[in-house]
């Protein structure tokens, strides 16, 4: 067992402290966000379903919260047994882990239509880079489920309730998705701020190496945990395919911005890797059209007293959608995200992603296959490029 996990297994076992519930219906009182997931519609619910979901946190701290989301659900969603728990392997838990969650003092909770609600804190300390396991049951599930299909973690299902038990035998079905969480939180040390990464397939980590936790917000992470920096907290806010200006795959950035990431406890500052899918699709997009939905998007972060911090759009020579109009769209794009001083930060992934030989195309060393998404190499040098004070967001 490693260390951290040792940490968290006593202090999930022990509950060091007495907290009166809070009401489920509350925003967190206080917190920082130490796991996010993008909310998007996936499949059709199931009654009587199980899902044991793996998530790796951030920051540490203690009195774990996390939120369940209906989002995108068409009728309320009843959760009548939530537990929290740390992996060992595969879908087993750490033994003396797993423990029950609580929502407003009650063991079960219903989620109305387009809504979330959180869990009451569960006492305990919780370890930076732990794999925390949450396993929810819902009797009633039907309709549009609300989750995150690409997580790049393996999850687990199963049929009936199994929440309470630290063995895996019965959650022997493999997913690749969470189902219904959005956000896990803690009481961090104070002054302690989070970033939330807003973006798509490469944010959401395609390409990067499944269970290994290689997104370049992960790798971000470890950074932020090893600094004297003050933003210890990370949420990655990717959706496979998302676009600024337009719905597609998920929500646009413009329309899930309040939920997805100005709503997390504890954010100080947001940070936007998005535009590829919207300049690739060849839909009519113009580099104004994008600089009008970066500037509605500062004007937002800004209004929520939050800082902005800008990457510039990665090269995809080589991608079936690339052409000369896309690329000429994109060079326009990057010039203004380098040089209007619009935005609190500039970190420049195309300069760190592109190769010296091509500007248009990936370096080949970072390519994960496709021209367009970075293999694990490319995800940490994005994160080694970020400028850590730019997090800081000190404010005026």
């Known amino acids: 067992m490693t260390r951290a996990r040792r940490l968290l297994a006593a202090g999930l076992t022990v509950a060091a402290l007495q907290i009166t519930p809070a009401s489920a219906a509350d925003g967190p009182p206080y917190g920082v966000v130490t796991w996010g997931a993008s909310a998007d519609r996936m499949g059709e619910g199931v009654a009587d379903r199980g899902y044991r979901m793996v998530v790796h946190t951030s920051v540490a701290g203690r009195d774990l ?84 299909w690409m997580a790049m973690q393996t999850s687990y299902l199963t049929e009936g309730d199994h929440t309470a038990e630290e063995s895996g035998a019965r959650w022997a079905a493999p997913i690749g998705s969470w189902a219904y969480l959005d956000s896990v939180s803690v009481r961090a040390a104070p002054d302690t701020g989070a970033v939330v990464a807003l973006g798509d397939s490469i944010t959401d980590g395609w390409q990067s190496t499944t269970d ?124 203004f995200i380098r040089d209007s001083g619009e935005f609190d930060a500039v970190t420049d992934f195309d300069r760190i992603l592109r190769s010296p030989y091509d500007p248009e195309r990936m370096l080949p060393f970072f390519d994960g296959g496709d021209h367009i998404h970075p293999n694990d190499k490319g995800m940490q040098a994005m994160a080694d490029a970020v400028d850590l004070d730019s997090l800081e967001c000190a404010g005026d």
């Open 65 to 148: 919260r996390i939120r369940l989301s209906n989002a995108f659900g068409d009728r309320p969603v009843t959760f009548d047994s939530v537990y929290a728990g740390i992996q060992q392997k595969g879908p087993e838990l750490v033994r003396g882990s797993n423990r029950r969650l609580a929502f407003g003092g009650a063991d079960s909770v219903t989620v109305p239509v387009g809504a979330t609600v959180y869990s009451d804190p569960l006492p305990g300390k919780l370890a930076a880079g732990t794999d925390l396991v949450v396993s929810v049951h819902s009797p009633d599930a039907a309709g549009p489920v609300t989750g995150h």
């Open 212 to 335: 290994l936790n290689r997104r370049w917000p992960d790798y971000l992470a470890r950074r932020l945990q090893k600094t004297r920096t003050t933003v210890k907290g990370v949420a990655n806010e990717g959706i496979s395919g998302n676009r600024v200006l337009t719905d597609g795959p998920g929500q646009s950035a413009l329309n899930r911005l309040d939920r997805d990431v100005l709503s997390q406890p504890g954010v100080r500052t947001v940070f936007l890797l998005e535009g590829v899918n919207d300049i690739k699709s060849h839909t009519g997009v113009t580099a104004q059209h994008m600089i009008d939905g970066y500037r509605e998007i500062a004007d937002r972060v800004h209004a929520a007293g939050k800082c902005l911090v800008v990457s510039t759009v990665g090269p995809f020579k080589g991608w079936s959608e690339w052409d000369p109009a896309a690329e000429s769209v994109r060079q326009e794009v990057n010039r």
